[in-house]
T-cell receptor
Framework: KNQVEQSPQSLIILEGKNCTLQCNYTVSPFSNLRWYKQDTGRGPVSLTIMTFSENTKSNGRYTATLDADTKQSSLHITASQLSDSASYICVVSGESYIPTFGRGTSLIVHP | DGGITQSPKYLFRKEGQNVTLSCEQNLNHDAMYWYRQDPGQGLRLIYYSQIVNDFQKGDIAEGYSVSREKKESFPLTVTSAQKNPTAFYLC?????????????FGSGTQLSVL
């Protein structure tokens, strides 16, 4: 069964600090992995997409990495801001066009 | 929210009542999806539609029904058969069915039971 596991479940950091969120998956065959940001009470918004051949991709202060061999991805947030407080969801797609969602990591950034 | 409009933002259902959640998109997307989100859980697929007048059940379709009479619209009805309907409902769309397609989400509807 395709699964996506995220850790930690929740994280609290101070404004300006860096943090890294983890995603492990068992989706096979693998097509791509996306990270979404979901603000409270809103729909998720795509941050990055990574395909099999990509190891690193950046979007501003967000940097995603992918290790397709170990089936792991990380999302690194640099110099966190209060607006980064949200849930970050890892979504993995295989040969089926129906993606598998992780449960998300809830990030709280304190001033 | 990428041109997808969900309404209402909040909805209350009485026991035994059917309620309908609206989802409209102006992105000219072929595929549309309904997801349910419960606290601490990942999004679960209720129904999806690849083209007009066609739709398929997702993982948790029981107690729900949909229609796709127009490309722009994909309403979800929560029937009285759904015994635990309280959740946050998200509608999404994508350009076409394909694993590289990004999902665009609406702002969601919070459904609660009175």
């Amino acid at each position: 069964k395709n699964q996506v596991e995220q850790s930690p479940q929740s994280l609290i950091i101070l404004e300006g600090k860096n943090c890294t969120l983890q995603c492990n998956y068992t989706v096979s065959p693998f097509s791509n992995l996306r990270w979404y940001k979901q603000d409270t009470g809103r729909g998720p918004v795509s941050l990055t997409i990574m395909t099999f051949s990509e190891n690193t991709k950046s979007n501003g202060r967000y940097t995603a990495t992918l290790d397709a061999d170990t089936k792991q991805s990380s999302l690194h947030i640099t110099a966190s801001q209060l607006s980064d407080s949200a849930s970050y969801i890892c979504v993995v797609s295989g040969e089926s066009y129906i993606p598998t969602f992780g449960r998300g990591t809830s990030l709280i950034v304190h001033p | 929210d990428g041109g997808i409009t969900q309404s209402p933002k909040y909805l209350f259902r009485k026991e035994g009542q059917n309620v309908t959640l609206s989802c409209e998109q102006n992105l000219n997307h072929d595929a549309m999806y309904w997801y349910r989100q419960d606290p601490g859980q990942g999004l679960r697929l209720i129904y999806y539609s690849q083209i007009v007048n066609d739709f398929q059940k997702g993982d948790i379709a029981e107690g729900y029904s949909v229609s796709r009479e127009k490309k722009e619209s994909f309403p979800l009805t929560v029937t009285s058969a759904q015994k635990n309907p309280t959740a946050f409902y998200l509608c999404a769309s994508s350009g076409r069915t394909g694993s590289n397609e990004k999902l665009f989400f609406g702002s969601g509807t919070q459904l609660s039971v009175l």
